[in-house]
């Protein structure tokens, strides 16, 4: 070839490419995601000319999303949201923000998306109402463009109305509680929700991938296009790819589908929850339009009727936790930074899934339990057509039930940590025959949008002849809740079929309290209504020995669980404390006994009980503390592991070796009280495996302040989490401390919560001091987006003791 053919060849090829890139680079913000949380006017009360433009907001809050205006309120005996709701206020509420839509994207599609807003929201856009939503749950969306002034000031207004109450049997929260975006797409884009991913064939060698994919034409021409789907690892190396070229007609909505080959695949699971992705990109001629990632997790799963559950043909239990949405002292505002150290706290017990209760949780949740490993039960209601309490969702069923279980499927159908859909938690239809009319409606609508996963609803009622949710056959997939004394029965009685026990326990304790003796099991009350022997400080024990009359101890349960091959799995009732429903108490109490752990997010002792049989690492926890009077009779405790015998010291002194016997999951000792070192250690084989010390605490000394992280993001929405005690000198914790902390904090970086643990704290969660409680409290730090260091202070309510703290802003 003429040599000065070949340069001239190979730089028009060159051209081309850079000529390609430059238009690619051109349209690499085809799809644009803006956060739309900032800038938000908001105030209590019912203001319907806030949709004009000109409305005046000088005396209202300027604040940035999400939001809950009822976690800011003050605790009330009378409250109309009641016991249930923790006694706080709900009502109604105006969200207003005026901003700037750019001149360049009238001719794209603006819309704007809800993670979700609790509840009954009309939203509206210069003046015109773009629809009511009454589900809080639900993330939905709407198209703004033909309302938008482009390059001018645009006015968005927001109704919410909480104000039916009461309409909840847990603590709900009011408000935009959770993120919203604003998107900016092209005309020709992949619509909301728009891709379905499944992965039909997998082996080690290979797996088949099938993605569906939902374009929209929102122009007024034809437009012919080109579809261009990878698939990225981990690394966003690419590992496969697929094309196709496809027309679609004026304002209209096409799917089209794509098959891919990705050769030795790498499986998500619990332990390494690989994740994959797919790129989707929609060029028109050379141009691209549209830009929309599908997350990709390869695994394989099954329910059996004799040998329960398997995940990548490995056999498993899944052991699991029930979570409501609220996160403490932040109410129902959803961060994910809040999301991942609870369930970074449940991950390190051992728990391996969540189960949604009782209702569709944020994005941001189903994203975290995809990167961490978590198996999901998503669960989409807790009523239908039959109420629980006065002005629920039964109340909306008929207008809304099916567009919001369809919502619900398409946004969670392609996360591969969800591996049930759960359409209903004690449902009162179990117990007469419309239940079995509408089972098979609702399993069918999702059997419309996804095959590929079984369906199960949480019952209560385990007598065939009395359950009629059972009786319309719909279920793949049997979950009951509670009576764990019957498990034994349910191979013969429901002959087949795939069971697991879709909510577990409802035992009951307070972090760091201790009834003795411990070793009697009472249920707080026996009976619904009956009176009890409760404490007159409105707490429980820590001590497994307290259940309520429906439930179990986690020791009932887990040991029962453990001997049924064919159950696949239990959630405990439940992974946290969680606001409102505080069972057996009635006012002051305001939270729940029923957590693993507790609402500021310290561990009970049971999780330890947990650990030690849900996970291979060592564990030797021993308790209560070691600060008790002279000679009193104290019961210790141990739950352990990966060990044949536990030998217990008092001051060096031997009180014997013992082992659990048969299938006691812990130990325990009556000891005399003396004060100075308790000392358990764990030997294998007559080998140390684990030493544990408690000693009794002396005199106040400091207060300790530890971090969760060592630095902040200054973005507006990192937080720190702050473990507050006072120690003696030697660094010991004082188990009964109970200051009040004062809390002061500057720098990059604001106080947005406090909270002890306590269920009977009628203080506010926003103060700027917290009482400890058995020697402990948090402060949650938030960033305020300024690049400066935080600095905390500390100091107990008498001043005599005060530390300072700083934590680093990057």
């Given at each position: 070839?003429n040599?000065?053919k ?6 028009t090829?060159?051209?081309a490419?850079?000529?390609l890139?430059a ?9 644009i995601?803006?956060d739309?949380n ?5 105030k209590i009360?019912?203001?319907?000319t806030?949709i004009q433009?000109?409305?005046?907001v000088s005396?209202?809050r300027?604040l ?5 205006w009822?976690?800011e309120?003050?605790?009330d005996k ?6 249930a709701?923790?006694?706080?206020p709900?009502?109604m509420g ?17 819309s ?5 807003v609790?509840k009954?929201?009309?939203v ?6 773009l ?9 939905f ?6 309302y938008?002034?482009f ?10 109305d909480?104000?039916?109450q009461?309409n909840?049997r847990w603590?709900?929260g009011?408000?935009?509680y ?7 797409s092209?005309k020709?884009?992949v619509?909301?929700w728009?891709t ?7 082996s080690?060698?290979?797996?088949s991938?099938h993605?569906?994919v939902?374009v929209k034409?929102?122009?007024?021409t034809?437009k012919?296009f080109r579809m261009v789907?990878s698939i990225?690892n981990k690394?966003?190396v690419?590992?496969?790819?697929t094309?196709s070229?496809q ?6 909505s096409s ?5 891919f080959t ?5 499986f ?6 690989y994740l994959?992705?797919i790129?989707?990109?929609i060029?028109e001629k050379?141009?691209?339009?549209d830009?929309y990632e599908?997350?990709?997790g390869?695994r394989y799963f099954?329910f059996?009727?004799e040998k329960g559950?398997?995940l ?6 899944i052991l699991?936790?029930?979570l409501?949405h609220d ?12 999301l991942?150290?609870?369930l970074?706290?449940l991950k390190?017990?051992g728990?391996?899934a969540?189960?949604m209760?009782?209702?569709?949780h944020?994005?941001?949740?189903m994203?975290l339990?995809?990167?961490?490993g978590?198996?999901?039960?998503d ?6 057509k039959?109420k629980?309490?006065?002005?629920d969702y039964?109340?909306?069923?008929d207008?809304?039930?099916?567009k919001d279980l369809e919502d619900?499927?398409k946004?969670?159908?392609n996360?591969?940590?969800?591996m ?11 117990f007469d025959?419309?239940g079995i ?6 399993a069918q ?5 996804d095959?590929t ?5 949480a ?13 319309s ?11 764990h004394e019957d498990y034994?029965?349910f ?7 795939k069971?697991?026990?879709?909510e577990?326990?409802s035992?009951?304790?307070t972090?760091g309290?201790y009834d003795?003796?411990?070793?009697g099991?009472?249920a707080?009350?026996t009976?619904?209504?009956a ?15 307290v ?6 101890t986690?020791e ?7 001997k049924?091959?064919f159950m696949a ?11 409102g429903?505080p069972?057996p ?5 305001r ?8 609402l ?5 002792d049971?999780y ?15 308790f209560?503390h ?8 104290v019961d ?8 044949d015998?536990?030998e217990?010291?008092?001051?060096g002194?031997s009180?014997?070796?013992?082992s659990?016997?048969?299938d ?8 005399k009280?003396e004060p100075?070192?308790l000392?358990?250690?764990s030997?294998k084989d ?10 009794t605490a002396?005199t ?8 969760d992280?060592?630095?902040?993001k200054?973005?507006t929405?990192?937080l720190?989490y702050v473990?507050?005690?006072?120690v003696d ?8 401390a109970n ?9 990059g ?7 002890n643990?306590y269920q ?9 001091s917290?009482?400890?409680?058995n020697?402990k409290?948090i402060?949650i730090?938030q ?7 935080i600095q905390l202070?500390a ?7 005060v530390?300072?703290?700083?934590i680093?802003?990057?």
């Open positions: 070839m040599k000065h070949y340069i001239l060849q190979k730089t090829i060159i051209l490419v850079l000529l890139a238009c690619a680079s051109k349209s690499k913000n085809a799809r995601v803006e739309f900032k800038d938000w006017n908001f009360g019912d203001y319907p806030a433009s000109d409305f005046n005396d209202w300027m940035q999303l999400p939001h809950d009822s976690i309120g003050a605790f009378d409250s109309k949201t009641k016991q709701q923790g006694f706080l709900a009502g105006w969200y207003r923000k005026t901003f700037t839509i750019p001149q360049d994207w009238e001719n794209k599609t603006v704007v998306e809800f993670d979700g609790f009954n929201s009309e509206f856009i210069n003046g015109h109402s629809g009511i939503r009454p589900n809080g749950y639900i993330s969306s709407y198209e703004l463009s033909k938008l002034k390059g001018g000031q645009n006015v968005m207004a927001i109704k919410v909480n104000s039916a009461p909840s603590y709900t009011s408000g935009i959770r993120n919203v975006r604003l998107v900016a092209d020709l884009h619509a909301e728009g379905f991913v499944t992965t039909p064939e997998i080690k060698e290979k797996a991938v993605l569906e939902d034409n929102a122009s007024e034809e012919e789907s990225l690394n966003n690419e590992v496969a790819q094309e070229v027309k679609i007609s004026a304002n209209s799917k089209n589908i794509q098959n990705l050769k030795n695949p790498i998500w699971d619990t332990e390494n929850p994959y992705k790129v989707t990109k060029y050379s141009t691209l339009v830009s599908t997350p990709l390869v099954n059996d009727a559950f398997s990548n043909g490995k056999p498993m239990k699991g936790v029930c409501h996160n403490g002292a932040l109410g129902a505002v959803e961060n994910i930074h809040a991942k150290r609870k970074t706290i390190e017990m728990t391996n969540i189960r209760s009782h209702n569709p944020s994005l941001e949740m994203q339990c995809d990167e961490m978590f198996i999901v039960q669960e989409a209601f807790d009523v239908w039959k629980k309490v006065t002005n039964h109340k909306d069923w207008a809304w039930h099916k619900f499927i946004r969670d159908r996360h591969p940590s969800v049930m859909w759960s359409i209903g938690n004690e449902i009162r239809e179990q025959s419309t009319a509408i089972t098979r409606e609702l609508i999702v059997k419309s949008l095959t996963r079984p369906v199960t609803s019952l209560t009622e385990n007598i065939i002849e009395k359950n009629f949710i059972y009786q056959g719909a279920l793949d997939l049997l979950g009951f809740n509670y009576k034994k029965d191979p013969t009685r429901f002959k087949g079929q069971i697991i026990a879709s577990s326990v035992a009951l304790e972090r309290h003795f003796p411990s070793d099991v009472k707080w009350p009976k619904h209504g009176p009890f022997d409760g404490n007159a400080d409105w707490t429980v024990s820590a001590f497994d020995q259940k309520s009359y429906w439930g179990a986690h009932e349960n887990w040991k029962t669980i453990k049924q091959d799995g239990t959630f405990i009732w439940t992974g946290f404390d969680y606001i429903e069972d108490y009635p006012y002051p109490a939270s729940s006994y029923f957590g693993i752990v507790d500021a997010g310290f561990p009970k049971v330890y009980m947990y650990q030690s049989e849900w996970t291979t690492k060592p564990v030797l926890h021993i209560p070691w600060n008790w009077q002279k000679d009193q009779e210790v405790w141990a739950y352990y592991n990966n060990a015998e536990v217990l010291f008092l001051n002194k009180l014997g070796k013992k659990k016997q048969n006691d999951l812990h130990i325990s000792w009556r000891v009280f100075g070192t000392k358990a250690i030997r007559g080998k140390v495996v684990l030493e544990k010390e408690i000693h002396g106040a000394s400091k207060i300790d302040l530890k971090i992280k060592p630095t902040l200054n973005d929405y990192d720190v473990t507050v005690s006072v000198k030697e660094g010991n914790l004082l188990p009964n200051d009040l902390i004062n809390f002061e904090v500057s720098g970086g604001k106080l947005v919560g406090v909270d643990g009977a704290n009628l203080d506010s969660f926003k103060a700027n917290c009482k400890l409680f020697g409290c402060a730090i960033s305020n987006g300024k690049k400066e260091n202070k100091s107990t309510g008498n001043g005599i003791l530390s300072s703290f700083e680093k802003v990057k």
